[in-house]
């Protein structure tokens, strides 16, 4: 899509989220949160008629009211931050995906919008990948396993180690009675800590439970490995979403200097600039400013991270 100059007529603040698209851009409502509590917007003075929708006697919207999905910003200069509504409360109480109004001491303003296409059940995260972790496999430190019964893949509880991740565990043995694999089974929930170097330990008591035999010695160790892990972010929700071009006006730094920006374009593809200048519109039509992240060995040490202190705007 080929936006030019003249067809801008509104713009918005960009504020990098990995799972949010650009909203709005027309604010339905502003104000200064009148309390803090976790995960929580509240506003005891709107002067919009609170956050509950209200229909009068004909069936006449007279507040538009909040809805889930709709996606908030906290517009203070110091801590800047986007979230998006999972739930109304009550008509001064909005609980929101991040803690973004935190300071008791500081009444941070804020502004909520409509959302362009927010992926309600979006998760991002470390997961362990589902495979089978052989004997000879480097992660394995430990197998001195001897005289279990052979038979079929087992399922097997974890009896200690420092992971402590959502993941099950099967299995089986070879002929002479050693622990052969051990098959990782990952469950759908995401971890937010990283688990390379964390252990996973099958004692000699566990093995011979799943095996139903009280014979066999010995226990089994893995070192989770970056090839046992992969991060994981959520594909881009595409639905509604709005075209924005993006201006970056460089970094906070006086005079500014230049960013490196990760976009998610209209038609879902991830794009990573470099050294955007400040004053530079980007040539591509956008959904959403990504966080993006460092490089890394779970990323494949690829940087795709959005300068954290560059100010864009959207111009739709």
């Known amino acids: 899509m080929m936006i030019t100059a003249s067809d801008f007529t509104a713009g918005i603040k960009a504020i990098p989220s990995d799972t949010i698209n650009i909203p709005g851009p027309t604010s339905k409502y502003n104000g200064v ?12 003075s709107s002067l919009q008629g609170g956050f509950v929708q209200v229909l009068d006697t004909n069936g006449k919207i007279t507040n538009q009211g909040v809805q889930v999905g709709d996606v908030v910003y906290n517009s203070s200069s110091t801590r800047s931050g986007i979230a998006y509504v999972t739930a109304i409360d009550s ?12 300071v008791s001491a500081n009444r941070d303003s ?5 959302g362009n296409g927010v992926d309600l059940n979006a998760g991002q995260g470390f997961k362990i990948i589902n495979q089978n972790v052989f004997s000879t496999n480097a992660a394995v430190t430990t197998d001195n396993t001897a005289g279990y019964s052979p038979g079929a893949v087992s399922v097997i ?36 800590t990283d688990p390379i170097g964390l252990t996973i330990e099958f004692s000699q008591a566990a093995i011979r439970t799943a095996t139903g035999v009280d014979q066999g010695t010995g226990n ?18 595409q639905r509604n979403a709005k075209p924005f071009q993006l201006f970056c006006g460089g970094t906070t730094a006086n005079p500014p200097l230049a960013c490196d920006i990760a976009v998610t374009t209209i038609d879902g593809d991830f794009v990573f600039f470099e050294g955007v200048q400040p004053g530079e519109i980007l040539p591509v039509a956008i959904s959403k400013v990504n966080i993006g992240s460092a490089a890394a060995v ?15 705007v959207a111009l739709n």
């Open 33 to 44: 949160s009148t309390a803090v509590a976790t995960l929580k917007l509240t506003d005891a």
């Open 110 to 114: 804020y502004n909520i919008y409509s």
């Open 91 to 102: 008509a001064t109480s909005l609980t929101l995906s991040a803690n973004i109004f935190p």
């Open 157 to 192: 509880v974890q009896s200690g180690g420092t992971y402590a991740g959502p993941a099950t565990f099967n299995v089986a043995f070879s002929a002479d009675g050693t622990v052969n694999l051990i098959r990782l089974i990952p469950t759908s929930a995401f971890e937010s």
């Open 220 to 237: 089994y160790i893995i070192t989770i490995t970056g090839e046992l892990v992969e991060f994981i972010t959520p594909s881009p929700d």
């Open 298 to 312: 779970t990323n494949g040490n690829n940087n795709t991270l959005t300068t954290a202190t560059g100010r864009y």
